[in-house]
């Protein structure tokens, strides 16, 4: 760890491994976010007196209960439905404005498949006439901009991987032609002394292997604490779709081969790039 590449190297490292650690959080999030809402299906009864809401709600529970297509629902409890406007409007508001606010009442459906279209027209047509201001809205349908969000950022962290693997790759180039450059004339000697180009690639393969092995390790540390202190910043937020962005003992193996591959990424890099430049000088 004496010279300047090792720590090139565990920059590089480090790097990766937080933008493939981000990939993977985000492609969990996003996988078990999409088989949780598929076939979720939410309905709103928006009926502003309560006696008429809550007529309408209970016909509209009975009226799915016998949909062949529904594996089960719940009607969200009022408190609940409280506590999810709360941060937004606070609390005492009719205490404040002299009337209570109108909520709508609210049906989480679960479908024994993914919410189509035609199973949204029937659920509709079975509570038109019992629920008349029920709105019905398919949960993957007012999130499928989060999930295209979230899909492009995924697809950035693994360029981003991709791209940091070139610059090792790139960085490694430049010192290995350095090193062959300031060592030209022992490589000359070497080769009248008998010694192959094999044997001369395999030397510096092994340097920049030393070097990327420490470094590597050095790079994978930093990044777990990097990666360990934002997951839990991240969990203490109890948000439904981070939660489900946490790394499985897969992504971790993932993340633990980051080192090896960069020093077998160098090393190959090394070699190839030494031969090229021995069969053009000698």
Known sequence: MSGPMPWVIAIMVAMTAIALAAG??????????RAEIEGGVTIQVIEPRDEIREREAAAAVDAIKRLPHVAGLRRVPQAELDGL??????????????????????????????????????????????????KVDAQSTWLRPVFDAMVSLQVLSISLVLLLAGALAAAVLLAARSALGANRDIIEIVHLLGGTDTQVARVFQRSIGFDAAGGGTVGLALAMVVILSLGRRFASLGAG???????????????????????????LTARLTVLHALRKML
Do not use: C, F
């Not at 109108?102 to 029937?122: F, Y």
């Not at 980051?258 to 077998?264: A, D, G, K």
């Open 85 to 134: 406007i709360e941060p937004w409007l606070g609390t005492g508001i009719a205490a404040a404005t002299g009337a209570a606010i109108p909520v709508p009442s609210l049906i989480d459906v679960r479908l024994k498949g993914p919410a189509t279209p035609p199973q949204l027209a029937a659920i509709e047509k079975a509570i038109a006439k019992v629920a008349p201001s029920a």
């Open 241 to 267: 779709l981070v939660d489900s962005g946490a790394l499985v003992w897969t992504d971790w193996l993932l993340l633990a081969l980051v080192p090896l591959l960069s020093t077998l990424l160098a090393m």
């Open 24 to 33: 993977l959080a985000l492609g969990n999030a996003i996988s078990l976010a």
